[in-house]
């Protein structure tokens, strides 16, 4: 059994998690794929097959336990290699995923691989604050990991997700300081904060924090990318 097997059969019951074998294959041959095209791209700084399937992988997965997206549109904002989107719709074939990100190598690698697994998705290369012109409210999640601060973050998942639904945005040991900081950030654009969940990932925690979306996000929201970084919320 290869090393990301191993550490992904060890890690799904921590999370509460059962996968059929050979999606738990698929996840793998993902993570062996990115790896892979890591020699030629800049992909991860995180390449030994184990720390892939804990720290790329079930981080990824740990959105299953907070949220049900069987079904549901989701739209992973600045995806880069394609974590947490890629593993969720392997995880869960019956989301309907769109992944987007800025950087069109990525992009079109991703749209040349991904048919290779089986794996459904839709890939839009376009800036976030530019993309949702025509996406506006249209889905039920917006996911997020490692993008930026949280107040900066909101503003640009938040327009993609219609009432009802939520932005999963997935942070680090400073999720609380980040949260604080984004008051105002989440009265504005229509959120309310639902729940905090701390998982414990090698020796430290990461966090998933679920924000419902409770009111339209006003128009004027995203402004452009350099007014949100100069001004947040």
């Known amino acids: 059994m290869s090393p990301m097997l191993t550490a992904l059969n060890e890690g799904l019951p921590v999370l509460g998690l ?4 050979n999606i738990k294959n698929t996840l793998c041959a993902f ?45 992973d904002v600045g995806c880069g290699a394609g974590f947490p989107g890629v593993p969720l719709k392997i995880a869960c074939p019956q989301m309907q995923l769109t992944l987007l990100d800025s950087l069109g190598k990525r992009m079109t690698w991703l749209e040349g691989f991904l048919p290779e697994l089986g794996v459904a998705a839709e890939c839009v290369t376009a800036r976030a604050e530019e993309a949702v012109a025509t996406r506006r409210e249209q889905y039920d999640y917006a996911t997020s990991r490692a993008v930026a601060r949280l107040n900066i973050l909101l503003e640009l ?14 942070k680090g040991t400073a999720a609380k300081e980040e949260l604080e ?41 995203p402004r452009r990318y350099a007014k949100i970084k100069q001004s947040p919320l």
């Open 181 to 221: 900081e984004a008051k105002n950030a989440i009265r504005k654009l229509g959120l309310k904060l639902e729940k905090v969940q701390q998982f414990p990932v090698e020796d430290t925690a990461h966090t998933v924090i679920i924000l419902r979306k409770v009111a339209p996000t006003p128009p004027q929201y």
């Open 31 to 75: 993570g062996e794929g990115v790896v892979r095209q890591n020699e030629v791209m800049n992909l991860t700084a995180i390449t030994e097959p184990d720390r892939v399937a804990k720290l790329h992988l079930l981080d990824s997965l740990t959105l299953l336990t907070v949220a049900d997206l069987c079904g549901k549109k989701v739209i």
């Open 18 to 21: 059962e996968l059929p074998e």
């Open 157 to 170: 998942t938040a327009p993609y997700v219609k009432v009802g639904g939520a932005v999963l945005a997935m």
